[in-house]
């Protein structure tokens, strides 16, 4: 099992990506035109467009370390930061951060360079020698151990908890058992399981944590939703065969598998132990996999029922479908069909054809959300309201 | 072959029906074996692989979802009438 390599890009700080990116990230949105300029000049580049970087309290010390989180991700050779000046996330802190890994990072702030069209010529300027830095770099052997595989469901059916999740929990334990790392978040989809979660975790601090983080996302829930919390489940859940909140939240947390939860994080938060990490995070699927990305995994598998194209800038987004009928309306968009379950096949075989694809995608097998060039504006989550 | 319960993790005492499975339907469970369906079980709802007392626990993806209120026969429907899962 731990024999088991990909062909990586190794970074200085040791870690491996699966794609060779150069990110632009404003950390601003006021700045955000001015880094997809410089990116739409240098096309391998890839602009971190979001919303946020400024008039928020709360969330400032977070958005900071993901949108440093995003630069450090193994799949970038190089980043960017492109700030305003005036805002609160500021461009050095953010390339400090980045350039902690060792690669090639740099930063410009428009109201020191004289506007938008000077930081433009001049962040050109940067890229194009960032981008023959990444073009000299080969990817070499390195086993899957250092692969951080995020995971996420999102626009689920009835049958996502029956096909594709526990399929994805198999590969879960597969990386696992290899020594990599596997991150399961959406703490709303975790509830009613906190016993269950806790006495899964390695230390009793993790328990506490687990325990804490889904207390937690119980009372939010409860909080923004009021009477209507109780809609998470019933009755269209009730009427499809789920007998509770517990049994719903299961078919969402088997996607980690059966491993032991080693460690609870932040959202964006980069995991310092292997094995099966819970992130504390929001069950929207675009913040989540924001956060997914900014902790560092350099590939995410994303189950889903309803169907959905959505992807990630920097990091391979797998689909698995969690019915033939799905995969075959939604192909373009569908990497896997774990249908056949329904149909006589196994889960095992479901994960073996995952499994298999995982490898490929490490390797540089471009997924159907890449291909599709599904990679828009960065969602990244928020407490507050902005003032 | 195909079959008509989906058994997700072998410690489990409940399957996921596939398709809508009359009483006294033989049902195929992906394990190989057949039970003979002692209640109606309606399609994406659980049935029990063997007997379960009241008050043992009810297991899926090999965890406790709840207690059996009642004695389910194996082939019985398990649901939110016969199965206490201590949510409100």
């Known amino acids: 099992m731990?024999?088991?390599?990909?062909?990586?890009?190794?970074?200085?700080?040791?870690?491996?990506?699966?794609?060779?990116h150069i990110a632009v990230i404003p950390t601003v949105s006021c700045a955000a035109g001015v880094a997809a300029n410089i990116a739409r000049a240098v096309p391998p580049a890839v602009p971190l467009l979001h919303g946020h970087g400024c008039g928020r309290a709360l969330e400032i010390t977070m958005h900071?370390?993901?949108?440093?989180?995003?630069?450090r991700n193994p799949n970038v050779a190089a980043a960017l930061v492109v700030g305003l000046g005036c805002e609160t996330v500021q461009a050095s802190s953010?390339?400090?951060?980045?350039?902690?890994?060792?690669?090639p990072c740099e930063f410009l702030v428009i109201q020191e360079q004289g506007g938008s069209r000077k930081t433009t010529e001049k962040g050109i300027e940067i890229v194009m020698r960032f981008q023959k830095h990444a073009q000299a770099l080969q990817r070499s052997e390195c086993p899957v151990s250092r692969i951080v595989m995020g995971l996420e469901c999102g626009g689920s059916d009835a049958?996502?908890?029956?096909?594709a999740n526990p399929a994805v929990g198999l590969v879960s334990d597969w990386l696992v058992e290899c020594g990599g790392t596997v991150v399961l978040t959406e703490t709303t989809e975790m509830i009613g399981t906190e016993h269950i979660l806790?006495?899964?975790?390695?230390?009793?601090?993790?328990?506490?944590?687990?325990?804490?983080?889904?207390?937690?996302?119980?009372?939010?829930?409860?909080?923004?939703?009021?009477?209507?919390a109780s809609c998470v489940i019933a009755p269209g859940n009730?009427?499809?065969?789920?007998?509770?909140?517990?049994?719903?939240?299961?078919?969402?947390?088997?996607?980690?598998?059966?491993?032991?939860?080693?460690?609870?994080?932040?959202?964006?938060?980069?995991?310092?132990?292997?094995?099966?990490?819970?992130m504390d995070g929001p069950g929207y699927d675009m913040e989540?996999?924001?956060?997914?990305?900014?902790?560092?995994?350099?590939?995410?598998?994303?189950?889903?029922?309803?169907?959905?194209?959505?992807?990630?800038?920097?990091?391979?987004?797998?689909?698995?479908?969690?019915?033939?009928?799905l995969y075959k309306l939604m192909e373009d968009d569908m990497d896997i069909d774990a249908g056949g379950v329904l149909d006589g096949g196994s889960l095992e075989d479901v994960a073996r054809d995952l499994k298999a694809l995982a490898v490929e995608v490490m390797n540089g097998e471009p997924t159907k959300a890449e291909r599709n060039n599904q990679d828009g504006i960065l969602c990244l989550a928020v407490m507050t309201p902005a003032f | 072959m195909k079959h008509d319960i989906l058994l997700i993790n072998l410690q489990d005492n409940v399957g996921v029906a596939l398709v809508d499975i009359p009483r006294g339907g033989k049902a195929r469970i992906s394990s190989g074996e057949r039970?003979?369906?002692?209640?109606?079980?309606?399609?994406?709802?659980?049935?029990?692989?063997?007997?379960?007392?009241?008050?043992?626990?009810?297991?899926?993806?090999?965890?406790?979802?709840?207690?059996?209120?009642?004695?389910?026969p194996r082939g019985g429907w398990v649901h939110t009438h016969n199965l206490h899962t201590g949510e409100q």
């Open chain 1, 94 to 103: 953010v390339a400090a951060e980045i350039a902690k890994t060792g690669k």
């Open chain 1, 64 to 71: 900071q370390q993901v949108l440093a989180g995003l630069g």
């Open chain 1, 198 to 228: 806790s006495r899964r975790a390695a230390s009793p601090e993790v328990a506490a944590r687990v325990e804490h983080i889904i207390s937690q996302a119980r009372r939010r829930t409860h909080d923004i939703l009021g009477p209507l």
């Open chain 1, 238 to 278: 009730m009427d499809g065969g789920l007998s509770s909140i517990r049994e719903k939240s299961l078919g969402c947390i088997v996607k980690g598998g059966g491993t032991p939860v080693t460690q609870v994080a932040d959202y964006g938060q980069e995991p310092s132990s292997k094995g099966l990490v819970i």
């Open chain 1, 288 to 325: 989540s996999l924001a956060g997914l990305a900014a902790a560092g995994c350099q590939l995410i598998i994303f189950t889903t029922g309803r169907g959905t194209p959505a992807g990630f800038p920097l990091v391979p987004v797998i689909k698995v479908a969690s019915t033939g009928r």
């Open chain 1, 159 to 163: 049958f996502s908890g029956i096909t």
């Open chain 2, 35 to 72: 039970v003979e369906a002692v209640d109606e079980i309606p399609y994406s709802h659980k049935m029990a692989l063997e007997d379960i007392r009241a008050g043992e626990p009810v297991r899926k993806y090999g965890e406790e979802i709840g207690r059996a209120l009642s004695d389910i």
């Open chain 1, 2 to 20: 731990s024999g088991h390599t990909f062909k990586g890009f190794v970074r200085p700080d040791g870690s491996a990506g699966i794609r060779n």
